[in-house]
């Protein structure tokens, strides 16, 4: 696709009129969205998302404060999308293109089948087959593999969990170019899981220091087989390891050196991320078919978003989900903070007819 084509907006996507009554924030209008660290949108709300994405425009309620904001789509460029099972999307995907939105897959593909941690993910053979699938049809550079969270009890050892990550990773390989890992932060918010996990077994636990270094020592040894990248997300220095040492580098999940390789025609995206296009005639010209390449990226990280912890290093991008909606119902998962309200939510939802500038319709929302 040309760059002409891609700056065209289509009739979907333009702004409706902007609600400025009470009670709504200044609207956003992002160049990139986030499809959602919150909740798993592919999986669960793909309806609800591609009638919104037509219609322009979503409402999203600030978990903090509650006050709510329109999100509008009109200057939307780029979406990354979350999930552990985003088959429900897939058919929805050709929609996205036709607006010339571009987009990649952050695809969480854990194995903790026996370990019940995640009690509603879809088979684990379903999970590997749609990873594939996916990467088939959009590319394999658009389907970022996260076995996110490590976490260990007596019986999930290290080697165990290494022996888990090979597994799938023999059947995925080809098929992504980057693993992205993180440990479990227990203790961090040990009100909201440790009840959950001790419901489970009482065992589960963080990663250690000289765990950290044999699970370093194994994943080197899968990328140096593999042939490709592995990275950790926001990990804290408190693991004790400096997992540089081992070619793992840090993760910027919201990427804007991916969206540069991925879109580099895009202008609007381009001028976002504060990339500086080179004369492509004049390198033709001159012979330097060496930097024929992405768009280089400014020195540092001036997009990096205030609104992430500080190990974070997204960019910035306005995220569109909302906690307590996530019906995987992960056991070690801080996004939810209540199995019966995830339920009574989803039920609302069902019964809204999916098309709800609301992810959640109704007075629930504010609970």
């Known amino acids: 696709m040309d760059s002409d084509s891609i700056e065209q907006k289509s009739d979907a996507t333009q702004s409706p009129v902007e609600n400025t009554e009470t009670g709504f924030t200044s609207p956003a209008h992002p160049v990139v969205v986030s499809a959602s660290r919150a909740t798993d949108i592919p999986r669960w709300y793909a309806d609800w998302f591609i009638n919104r994405l037509n219609k322009g425009f979503v ?7 509650r006050k709510q904001q329109q999100v509008f ?19 929805y995907l050709p929609e996205i293109d036709a607006k010339g939105i571009g987009y990649y897959f952050q695809f969480t593909l854990n194995d903790y089948e026996n370990e019940r941690l995640e009690p509603h993910v879809a088979p684990l053979n379903k999970r590997i087959a749609t990873f594939r699938e996916l990467s088939n049809k959009i590319g ?19 080697d165990k969990l290494l022996e888990k ?17 993180s440990f479990v932060d227990i203790n961090e918010y040990q009100r909201k899981i440790s009840p959950r996990l001790r419901g489970l077994r009482s065992d589960y636990r963080e990663v250690r220091p000289e765990e950290a270094t044999a699970i370093a020592d194994g994943l080197k040894l899968l990328q140096d087989e593999w042939g490709i990248s592995i990275a950790t997300c926001a990990e804290k220095s408190q693991i004790g390891v400096d997992l540089l040492n081992y070619n793992i580098t840090r993760n910027r999940c919201i990427d804007d050196d991916l969206l540069a390789r991925l879109f580099p025609q895009d202008k609007k995206l381009m001028n976002y991320l504060q990339r500086d296009r080179v004369d492509r005639n004049q390198q033709k010209l001159s012979g330097d078919l060496e930097s024929l390449s992405a768009p280089v990226r400014t020195k540092g990280n001036p997009l990096k978003d205030p609104g992430q912890r500080k190990e974070c290093g997204c960019i910035k991008s306005k995220d569109i989900g909302q906690y307590n909606t996530c ?15 995830v339920k009574s939510r989803y039920e609302r939802y069902i019964k809204s007819g999916k098309n709800n500038p609301e992810i959640i319709p109704g007075p629930e929302q504010r609970e």
């Open 59 to 65: 409402i999203w309620t600030n978990p903090f404060n």
């Open 73 to 91: 789509f009109d200057e939307t460029r780029a979406i990354i999308f979350w999930s552990k099972d985003p088959q429900n999307l897939i058919q």
């Open 140 to 158: 394999k550079e658009k389907v970022v593999w996260r076995y996110d969270p490590l976490i260990l009890s007596e019986d999930l050892t290290v």
């Open 165 to 181: 990550i090979k597994t799938i990773g023999e059947q995925i390989q080809h098929h992504t170019s980057k693993l992205v890992i």
């Open 327 to 341: 019906l995987h119902l992960c056991v070690y998962c801080y996004a939810n903070t209540s199995d019966k309200t």
